[in-house]
């Protein structure tokens, strides 16, 4: 009965959560099913068969390599398999036009297996280079199996280009279906995703800022701003967004989510300072956590419509906000505090001091969120 | 000449820094070379080329793909690659059967298209889960390419068992050949890196305290404790070693560096306290950093040597410290500063808080460390 549980209740019950979060992950599932589906074709129809034989199956292989949820994602691994094989295909071919030179039957392995020790080690070595790995890991690993795929087929079929040719229109044919499937239909676009994510975030450090609840931020991955820069103009967004600009937000926001946790950490600790000294830092803190939010969740509205006008509300809020942290300033400056426990003024004096921080972090975040608002 | 400096020198230097940053780059590299350069050699050999004929292809292919940097790693993806070509295979296989029995030319294909459908989406959505993400992902790819490659190769060959026995078979050659160069040439453990990684962050931490300079933490990536956990018994590790507390672990020192991090910058900031106030309270903080910081340095020890004597060493230390941040509360609690400017001590008492923060930070890693190095 655990088993049973174990093995088709909880994998259900997650299924469904899945589905529930995401409904696009199920639109993804039958996205690939249906190009795969779809390719597997070509080998059904004698017409279509005759023209590729076996290497039909390098179309299927494609598809079901590089189908990613985004369309950026897609993208960037068709471009990748795509010149990969290309160049590696061009480069086996001359490698086993080399070795057949030698026409001696021990010479030709020799120098076919040293060829591709050396472009395997190099490629490999290449794919650390920090720049590459980002943007052609992939390629290379193709290149390098596209290499010695048709460097060593040349030993057993002199065809060597009808291979390699056969190879790069197979893989043109899986990616291009590929890629039409996953943009024609219900398309993710990484960039949208990128976009929301950061406006939603930026949106949740504005309501932890009004009621001071639990916030919960979903990770800014780089993957995502990699993929967002493969995809071409979309939607809302131009050809030269400034794709970069979220990166250095996502920055800007894990700061500010910092000093919120610690803000947190302060109002959640049992030290608390008396009423009488609390009611004289209330008005100047109010008025900032209230003022920063209502500026943070303008920024959000900002990004989301890609209204420029926003950023005007949030800055005026932000300006307020700014002269309640001069006014506290000020008030620290007078000398009425000799009076009091210095222990029990701390915490409050703690928590003004980071309220202050948190409205020169919604400075900078406003800095950033007016390029990507206008 | 720019150009020249751009496509040639650039890399170069690139290229150096790599390979002096970490040597193994290099030896990986020509491992990688090694391995497929050795399981080519099937195709030039005719007696081992008959028995697989153009499939021996797969076994290139294999190592291409399966090999990694580390041992974990590696095994990881031979693993997935071998029950993904498996499972894949023998449902492909099952699916053919099925789809002969109808016999006509114009159902079986539909009912291979349906199958191919339900499988792939099936798989594509399961690789959504997040348990089977980190862990099989690859192998689930893998069951997906290898389900409709199998299943539509039977439309056009019926000796679907044998297609699935020679990829079977040429996969696992292609991966125990990489395992194999992989395990015996100079092995690279994922355990052993992460290891050290937590011991060096630790120590840094421990020099940071000391000379309060600047800090740079390499970041310990989750991918690193799937690898390690894949790999078996290796050096100083015994089989069941407890990788996850390295997540704890790095969770603790990120913590501990955010406070050191702050304290950084009220060190930095241009708000300084007087001389005489910053003397009274000099002797506890300087107590509480040196010690917290010969614990920190004593743990980063314990785990390199991995003898919990250090532990017990470090455990002294902060007992120290802890004997001290309890000096500097009390003296806080004294009413001897009713006298001064409440701004200027302000800083003064934030670093000494934040410094009680890090000694309590460090006694939450000292608690990890105990496991790790017993």
């Given at each position: 009965k655990n088993l049973a549980s174990k093995l088709v209740l909880e994998p259900a019950r997650t299924a469904r959560s899945l589905a529930q979060e995401d409904p696009r992950r199920i639109i993804h599932s039958i996205k690939v099913g249906l190009a795969i589906a779809l390719v597997s074709l070509i080998y059904y129809f004698d017409p279509l068969y005759e023209g590729f034989g076996v290497s039909a199956m390098w179309a299927v292989m494609t598809v079901v390599v590089v189908f990613e949820f985004s369309v950026g994602a897609t993208l960037g691994r068709c471009v990748n398999r795509g010149i990969g094989t290309f160049i590696g295909g061009a480069l086996g071919v001359a490698a086993h036009r080399l070795a057949s030179c030698f026409g001696s039957e021990i010479v030709e392995?020799?120098?076919?297996?040293?060829?591709?020790?050396?472009?395997?080690?190099?490629?490999?070595?290449?794919?650390?280079?920090?720049?590459?790995?980002?943007?052609?890991?992939?390629?290379?690993?193709?290149f390098i199996l596209t290499f010695c795929l048709i460097s060593v087929s040349g030993y057993?079929?002199?065809?060597?280009?009808?291979?390699?040719?056969?190879?790069?229109?197979?893989?043109?044919?899986?990616?291009?279906?590929?890629?039409?499937?996953?943009?024609?239909?219900?398309?993710?676009?990484?960039?949208?995703?990128?976009?929301?994510?950061?406006?939603?975030?930026?949106?949740?450090l504005g309501d932890f800022l009004e009621g001071f609840g639990d916030e919960y931020f979903k990770t800014l991955e780089d993957g995502n701003v990699n993929f967002a820069k493969w995809e071409f103009r979309h939607g809302k967004f131009r050809f030269r967004h400034p794709w970069g600009e979220y990166q250095k937000i996502g920055g800007l926001i894990?700061?500010?989510?910092?000093?919120?946790?610690?803000?947190?950490?302060?109002?959640?600790?049992?030290?608390?300072?008396?009423?009488?000294?609390?009611?004289?830092?209330?008005?100047?803190?109010?008025?900032?956590?209230?003022?920063?939010?209502?500026?943070?969740?303008?920024?959000?509205?900002a990004i989301r419509t890609m209204t420029s006008s926003y950023?005007?509300?949030?800055?005026?809020?932000?300006?307020?906000?700014?002269?309640?942290?001069?006014?506290?300033?000020?008030?620290?400056?007078?000398?009425?505090?000799?009076?009091?426990?210095?222990?029990?003024?701390?915490?409050?004096?703690?928590?003004?001091?980071?309220?202050?921080?948190?409205?020169?972090?919604?400075?900078?975040?406003?800095?950033?969120?007016?390029?990507?608002?206008?």
């Open positions: 392995p020799i120098v076919l297996a040293a060829s591709i020790f050396i472009f395997a080690a190099t490629g490999t070595f290449a794919r650390f280079f920090p720049k590459w790995k980002a943007r052609c890991d992939y390629g290379l690993l193709i057993r079929d002199d065809e060597v280009i009808d291979i390699a040719l056969t190879r790069l229109s197979t893989v043109m044919i899986g990616g291009s279906a590929a890629l039409a499937i996953c943009i024609l239909l219900f398309p993710v676009w990484a960039g949208e995703d990128l976009h929301h994510l950061v406006a939603d975030n930026i949106e949740k894990r700061e500010c989510a910092f000093r919120l946790d610690s803000l947190n950490g302060y109002l959640k600790s049992e030290v608390q300072a008396p009423q009488e000294i609390r009611e004289i830092f209330q008005e100047s803190c109010q008025t900032m956590s209230s003022e920063s939010s209502h500026a943070l969740k303008n920024m959000a509205r950023v005007a509300v949030a800055k005026s809020h932000i300006a307020i906000a700014k002269s309640a942290a001069d006014n506290l300033k000020s008030l620290l400056k007078t000398n009425s505090w000799q009076q009091t426990d210095l222990l029990q003024i701390i915490p409050v004096i703690t928590v003004a001091s980071l309220l202050i921080e948190v409205v020169s972090s919604t400075v900078k975040i406003a800095d950033s969120v007016h390029q990507l608002a206008s």
